[in-house]
């Protein structure tokens, strides 16, 4: 017989006897080194705590509500970018990472815990001009733009006509083009057959090409153009009724980055709108002809080469900037055996502002996003005090812009406080406390988004740590390339995930209040809102903690 089937043995026979005679047994195995083993074993998991667990308990509903009750009071005026009530946000995030014991990481600053930078409140000057040929085009009736603008001075353009503008496996319009400091025009909308269906779709359906113009213009930026002037030869379309519409959100005041002052370049390629009697002219042709052209596009599902004589436009439209300060908020956690590792915890505390009187007190976008990384922060900050720190270094980043463009994300991404090359991955928290129609009647979920795309291990640990604590439904359709909502491009990761820095996003998708003066704290499920942010507190405790560093080994679009 084995000592181990002795033991086992004997241990039945002790059960099995009364405890007045279990006291007077003796085993005469009692000193061999299975028995050691086993007594040794038993009491190391009696004694094991899970400090994950523990500390977790410290992000809870009432905690999250008392954060929010704060960002999302009328008091901070929808907390618009450069605003009042956004420097407010602010300060209130960084006196939370200050109260809570965390260090301001920010050199050279008045004030550690903020990030200071400047953006421009930008309006459109008076007396916008297009010239195509002899014909003068009306501003806001025939032509607009929707950002920057590099025709300060009346500049001749001769666009180059890049089709629809699509770039994907199999298709490209920019195919054995340079466009490189070049202006473009692009048709909006995307190939499809005369029943309307998309042919650059395995199904039919729309892909992102057709359904939002900010992806051919990312495309235009990624190719170097100076500026992109997009057009709808769509018969259905009114051109017209769609400037009148946008009107009051042109004549506004928009708020950008400033542009980079090495390159002189904006960040993000200009954008203007044309009529189709622009776009024709421009081309030097007629309707007949461009929708002949088109719809052979679509019966050879390719590229088809331009044979238009495009003729020259004098444009002039100029951008009034004023300079405005705006801030991240910042706390940071130094780490112990692996402190140079930094692992940041994101979320944006900017909203929509005020808007015809109406307060856009945005609760769950992102007021619960930022409530759940104040309140992360002061549970690492608790388990640190009390001998349970981190080995990697964390970075609770709140930042800026994110409504206005990513702006205080593409910031932190070009000035970090830490370097990049140490970053390890950013965990993006950006709207966690509603349900979306998808999920309504169903068991508790969170959209995670882009934790693959870079590193197929962070998409493993996340689904491990769900698994042990949290037991939510992680929805990964957003990670589909062609999903039209883009969503992966839209929110601070993704400044991280350019640079190579592998990123996760947890999400909750947007409902009927998304955008809305509606969207307020009487409508948060806090329920889900902690278990969401339980599952972000127990994958940063994770990646904080293990051995192994993950590692970029993929790159998924």
């Known amino acids: ?66 954060h929010l009750a704060v960002l999302a009071s009328d008091e901070y005026e929808g907390r618009e970018t450069g605003m009042k009530g956004q420097h407010m946000a602010a300060t209130y995030v960084a006196e939370q990472f200050k109260n809570a014991g965390l260090t301001g990481p920010v050199p050279n600053s008045k004030d550690p815990y903020q990030q200071r930078f400047n953006v421009e409140q930008v309006t459109w000057a008076d ?3 297009l010239k195509v040929g002899s014909t003068s085009y009306a501003w806001l009736t025939d032509f607009y733009g929707l950002s920057d603008s590099p025709f300060a001075e009346e500049t001749t353009v001769k666009p180059l006509f890049v089709g629809y503008g699509i770039e994907q496996p199999g298709y490209s319009d920019y195919a054995g083009l340079d466009v490189k400091d070049k202006d473009l025009l692009i048709a909006l909308g995307e190939p499809t057959t005369s029943e309307g269906k998309a042919v650059l779709s395995a199904d039919g359906s729309p ?23 997009f057009v709808s030869f769509n018969p259905t379309s009114n051109f017209a009724k769609q400037a009148a519409r946008l009107t009051p959100f042109i004549t506004r005041p928009a708020t950008m980055m400033v542009a980079d002052k090495v390159a002189d370049k904006p960040s993000r390629t200009p954008s203007f709108f044309v009529s189709p009697a622009v776009g024709l002219a421009a081309l030097g042709t007629t ?91 002061e549970a690492f900050a608790k388990a640190k005090k009390e001998g349970h720190g981190p080995r990697r270094s964390l970075l609770f980043l709140s930042v800026t812009g ?9 910031y932190y991404a070009k000035h970090p406080v830490f370097p990049l090359t140490k970053t390890m991955v950013d965990l993006n928290v950006d709207m966690i406390g509603r349900t ?13 988004i882009g934790s693959d795309k870079l590193a197929s291990e962070l998409k493993v640990i996340t689904e491990a740590q769900n ?19 883009r969503f992966y491009y839209r929110s601070d990761h993704y400044n991280f995930a350019v640079n190579k820095i592998p990123v996760a996003f947890f999400f ?50």
């Open 1 to 66: 017989m084995t000592n181990k089937t002795l033991l086992i043995a004997l241990l039945a026979l002790a059960s099995a006897a009364p405890a007045h005679a279990q006291s007077k047994t003796k085993v005469k195995v009692k000193n061999s080194p299975t028995v050691k083993a086993a007594k040794t074993k038993t009491k190391t998991a009696a004694t094991r705590t899970d400090w994950s667990v523990k500390y977790a308990e410290q992000v809870n509903a009432e905690r999250l509500r008392t």
């Open 402 to 410: 994110e409504e206005k463009g990513l702006f205080g994300s593409e």
């Open 467 to 485: 698994k042990q604590y949290t037991q939510l439904d992680l929805d990964h359709r957003f990670d589909d390339p062609a999903d039209p909502n």
């Open 508 to 557: 909750n998708g947007v409902h009927a209040d998304y955008h809305k003066e509606s969207d307020e704290i009487e409508k948060i499920e806090f329920p889900k809102m902690e278990k969401r942010a339980r599952l972000v507190f127990h994958l940063a405790w994770e990646l904080a903690n293990r051995d192994g560093r993950i590692v970029v080994d993929s790159n998924k679009p």
């Open 207 to 229: 892909t992102k090409w057709g359904n939002d113009y900010r992806a051919k213009a990312q495309l235009a930026t990624q190719k170097g153009a100076r500026s992109v002037f």
């Open 436 to 448: 979306d129609v998808e999920h309504e009647g169903k068991p508790d979920y969170v959209y995670v």
């Open 287 to 377: 309707d007949a002809a461009i929708q002949a052209y088109l719809s052979k596009i679509s019966s050879t599902k390719q590229p088809v080469p331009s044979t238009f004589t495009v003729v020259p436009m004098q444009i002039q439209a100029i951008r009034k900037r004023v300079p405005v300060e705006t801030e991240n908020a910042l706390g940071f956690i130094e780490g112990t055996d692996m402190k140079d590792d930094v692992i940041v915890i994101s979320a944006h505390h900017d909203h929509l502002g005020m808007h015809d009187g109406e307060v856009f007190n945005g609760a769950d976008d992102d007021g619960s996003g930022t409530s759940a990384i104040v309140t992360m922060a």
């Open 127 to 129: 007396g916008a001009t």
